[in-house]
């Protein structure tokens, strides 16, 4: 006999004939069949029904629903949930009745999935808290498990303080608002900051009708922003502006205040309505300015470190809160306009003169250019008129070119006095901004700051030598190189130009002369002082002919005369005038006019 038999014994009162004819105590099988149906629930493969936790440990929960056998669920189902216990009533979903092994078959997911949706709208319409696992992180936020339908939970939305560590929170389960849902694609959101606000308004209503300004309060650093520190004074923020966290500048709040750190602070003012504090944090020291050497005064040597540069000017911070500025104007002799950044910039230490000091208004203005002697001082010594220097090309007028000298030593070099030959529309045809061009001093402005300079004065004057080279009534060949309205440019010889009207272009056959012919030409007229040759090609050959008339003329009066001279006498008579007398009468006037 084995061991789970041998102490087995069989009821005495027990009735084996009625057990094997099929009847009990006169009952009939049917009916008890029908009793024993009754006791146990009546199950149907894939409904929702709610069961009874029997048992739960780390890896299973066992559900009695009322049927003959009891379900088996994964813990997992459940983490959501972990106060669970014995006793508890939950949703199940009956996958099987009796799979093959006979086993009841329950899920707790599929449940909650069937019924989530219509208890997440109720939710949001009811503003009803519910429970929810946090499951992993996400973009922007993490993923949270709500009745098995996974929603989102932004970042800004679990916590009124900006959340740092993310991973803190996977694994927890805390309590959410359904704040939104997209019926179409089925999202959900929810919020766990919404349901700590409403008290937190009150709470922060509470502290603001107590605040005054000037008060000191301690908070704690919450977040740093690129223009400020956001402060929690115990349940409401306050701001401290980026210009308020030192009396020096600050380019980054994180190198004056860490996270979570315990500071003072003063509020500067509050907006009771908006809920807005403005806090300062600098206020609580002297003013840097209350603190400055006594002492100092204008004309005195200062040294600081340049802290904000601009076009106009930079600003030097002497010591921390106290700045000066040094105008662009003040960083060199110069007179061009130039920007502040070709001087200086962000981090150079520099010493600088004081020019203007002003305690009360707390300004100050500096200047480096007053470290070097002023050029003018001296100018008449070292250039003075009539020295020789080569300077550089800075710039171009229609009327001149203007040099520099040295810095802050500017010239101006009148087109006139470019050259002494050639004609100088404009001073880009004579030279480029950058090159050097040696100079002499015509004369100087010291009052004003201005040297009138000349280039040609270096040469001698060319035209004393043209003066009898192109005397008037000398020929000299000449190319036309250009044709105005007026007349025309001859050139006669490298950078020596002169000009003919268009009557003194016509050619001996009457046509006008054309662009780049070369032909002969005679000085008209010659002016030393404005450097002007007048030409002409007609006279080349008119002067000619008229020479040659003027000598025939010449030769031809002596017989005039003596033709005058054997002329007939007309007695003053009576007489008529023959035929013949006439012709003596034309013969001599012909004569007449010839000799004209």
Known sequence: ?????????????????????????NVSKEELDKAYDETLSKVADHQVVDGKVISVDKKEVVVNIGYKSDGIIPATEFRYNPDLKEGDIVEVYVESAEDKKGQLLLSHKKARLSKAWDRVNAALDNEEVVQGFIKCRTKGGMIVD?????????????????????????????????????????????????LIEAELEAQKQEIISKLEKGQILEGTVKNITNYGVFVDLGGVD??????????????????VVDFDQKINVVILDFDEEKKRIALGLKQLTPHPWDA????????????????VIADYGAFVEVQPGVEGLIHVSEMSWSQHLRSAQEFLKVGDEVEAVILTLDRDERKMSLGIKQLKEDPWEAIDVKYPVGSKHNAKVRNFTNFGVF??????????????????????????EFTKVGEPIDVVVLDIDKENRRLSLGHKQLEDNPW??????????????????????????????ENVEGFATPKHLVKEDGSQAQMGEVLPFK???????????????????????????????????????AKKDEAPKI??????????DLDVLAQLKAQMEKGE
Do not use: C
């Open 238 to 255: 306050g701001l401290i502006h980026i210009t308020d966290l030192s009396w020096g500048r600050v380019d980054d709040p994180k190198k």
């Open 571 to 580: 007695e003053n008579v009576a007489a008529s005038t023959s035929l013949g």
């Open 464 to 493: 004393d030598a043209f003066e009898s080279k192109y005397a008037v009534g000398s020929v000299h060949e000449g190319k036309i190189t250009e044709v105005l309205e007026k007349g025309a440019v001859v050139q006669l010889e």
């Open 146 to 194: 709500v009745f098995g339908i996974e929603a989102f939970l932004p970042g800004s939305q679990i916590d009124v303080h900006p959340i740092r560590d993310y991973d803190q929170f996977v694994g927890k389960t805390m309590e959410f608002k359904v704040v939104k849902i997209n019926q179409e694609f089925r999202n959900v959101v929810v919020s766990h900051k919404a």
């Open 523 to 561: 000085v008209i007229e010659f002016n030393k002082d404005s450097k002007r040759i007048i030409l002409s090609h007609s006279r080349t050959f008119e002067d000619a002919q008229r020479e040659e008339k003027r000598q025939a003329r010449k030769a031809q009066a002596p017989r005039a005369a």
């Open 403 to 428: 040099v520099e000298l040295e810095e802050g030593v500017d010239g101006l070099i009148h087109i006139s006095d470019l050259s002494w030959t050639k004609k100088v529309k404009h001073p880009s």
């Open 1 to 25: 006999m084995s061991e789970l038999t041998k102490n087995v014994k069989p009821l005495d009162d027990f009735n084996w004939e009625e057990f094997e004819n099929g009847t009990v105590a």
């Open 292 to 307: 400055l050497d006594p002492n100092l005064k204008v004309g005195d040597h200062i040294h600081g470190k340049v802290v």
